[in-house]
């Protein structure tokens, strides 16, 4: 593991993001940061994000915040790639995810990493990212 991949815990087969898809993902984008890593005291919403983030937020009631921030970094000129539920009748959805680059809506439901069965929701991968 390299110093950088300790920021990628959400890849690791005991966490929620299936290794398949970060590691298409990172192939395309490079990514130098995770702001949700598997560390109780860490906090990715009070820190500066790399140049190519990778995003798996908690999907509860703060998901709205993640996406604000990652918003507010690629305003800075930064990459945000995120793995999020597809929820088009949110107001985080509406406030945030109809402003990025590019939404990849997941065909079927992803299985996460350690689950028995695919998740009860749809997902999709929002992206901001500045136009070459």
């Known amino acids: 593991m390299t110093k950088t991949n300790i920021h990628f815990s959400s890849m690791r087969i005991n966490q929620q993001t299936p290794r398949e ?11 130098d940061f995770d702001p949700c890593p598997k560390y109780p005291k860490f906090n990715g919403l009070q820190t500066g994000w790399g ?3 990778f995003v798996n937020p908690p999907y509860g009631r703060e998901i709205g915040k993640w996406l604000k921030k990652g918003y507010e970094e690629f305003l800075k000129g930064k990459t945000v790639v995120f793995l999020i539920p597809s929820r088009t009748d949110t107001r ?11 939404i990849r809506y997941i065909e079927g439901r992803l299985k996460f990493g350690g689950a028995k069965y695919n998740a009860s929701f749809p997902s999709a991968i929002v992206i901001f990212k500045q136009e070459d």
């Open 21 to 31: 898809v970060y590691q298409i993902l990172d192939a395309e984008f490079r990514f």
């Open 51 to 53: 140049q190519s983030s």
């Open 92 to 102: 985080w959805w509406h406030d945030y995810c109809m402003k990025a680059t590019e």
